[in-house]
């Protein structure tokens, strides 16, 4: 069965860090592109980060360029999202998804997606 697997996820002040992992279970990472997605209450679904599959190739929404960083260790079959700088506006239900191929982008939909986890960043 394949399977992805947040984790990470908690309440957090604003300017704090955490870092999001992604593990995958039942196929291997290798041969998949991964996006970080999030999603807050009553707002549509936005993307935030998505990595190839050599790594080589990221993107960013712009609103975390600068203060998130995905990467991804293949060997560990898992990916991350450290997230620097959180504001309350990062708020969110946060989703990782993988897509068979090498690069996906932000816009379009991937084949698996995990259940999430929460980040609340407030005081």
């Known amino acids: 069965q394949l399977q992805l697997v947040e984790s990470g996820g908690g309440l957090v002040q604003p300017g704090g860090s955490l870092r999001l992992s992604c593990a995958a279970s039942?196929?291997?990472?290798?041969?998949?592109?991964i996006g970080w997605f999030r999603q807050a209450p009553g707002k549509e679904r936005e993307g935030v980060s998505c990595i190839s599959t050599s790594g080589g190739s990221t993107n960013y929404a712009d609103s975390v360029k600068g203060r998130f960083t995905i990467s991804r260790d293949n060997a560990k079959n898992t990916v991350y999202l450290q997230m620097n700088s959180l504001k309350p506006e990062d708020t969110a239900v946060y989703y990782c998804?993988?897509?068979?191929?090498?690069?996906?982008?932000?816009?379009?939909?991937?084949?698996?997606w995990g259940q999430g986890t929460q980040v609340t960043v407030s005081s």
């Open positions: 039942g196929f291997t990472l290798d041969y998949y592109a």
């Open positions: 998804a993988a897509d068979y191929s090498d690069y996906k982008g932000l816009l379009y939909e991937y084949d698996y």
